[in-house]
């Protein structure tokens, strides 16, 4: 494992997110194969969703993908996720604020993504880069984070 990663977005291709998304599957709460065919999902977000990415090398430690919605002004992140091994090195944290850049730049007003009520980690992680909960169901909490 190298020191130093790469801070991308929108290089990874659909096979790299496809088998990044394989290694990180268990991870998610649940895990994500019991919600989405990884291929197919790998597919969209490669298509359709702008990828803030974490490279050592030829590896992609990490990934955080959002579709962004010029017309409401917003970006919805649909995942977010780090190899167990990059865990502890900050990668979510730096994802995160390049993605809360991004869509400064874009001049959209905010952030929403939903999470598991039972992933506690993610849900103190976003509540740490202020997201706040706006609604939930039996299973998510939908969260927001204004964009100033």
């Keep these: 494992m190298a020191n130093e990663l790469n801070y991308t977005h929108n ?3 659909a096979a790299d997110i496809e088998q990044h998304l394989t290694f990180v ?5 649940p895990p ?3 919600r989405v ?4 999902y790998a597919l969209k977000l490669a298509d359709k969703a702008v990828t803030f990415e ?3 090398g030829k590896q992609l430690a990490g990934l955080i993908a959002a579709y962004m919605n010029a017309e409401g002004r917003f970006a919805f992140i649909t995942s977010v996720s780090v190899l167990t091994e990059y865990l502890g090195r900050k990668v979510a944290a730096q994802l995160l604020q ?3 850049h991004y869509v400064t730049l874009q001049q959209f007003t905010h952030i929403k993504l939903e999470v598991n009520k039972n992933n506690l980690a993610a849900i103190h992680f976003y509540k740490k880069y202020n997201f706040t909960q706006h609604d939930e169901n039996e299973e998510s909490l939908f969260l927001s984070r204004l964009i100033p």
């Design 54 to 56: 974490a490279w050592d």
């Design 98 to 100: 390049n993605c809360i």
């Design 37 to 40: 065919n990884l291929n197919a």
């Design 25 to 29: 599957n268990a991870d998610f709460i």
């Design 11 to 13: 290089t990874a291709s």
């Design 32 to 34: 994500l194969d019991t």
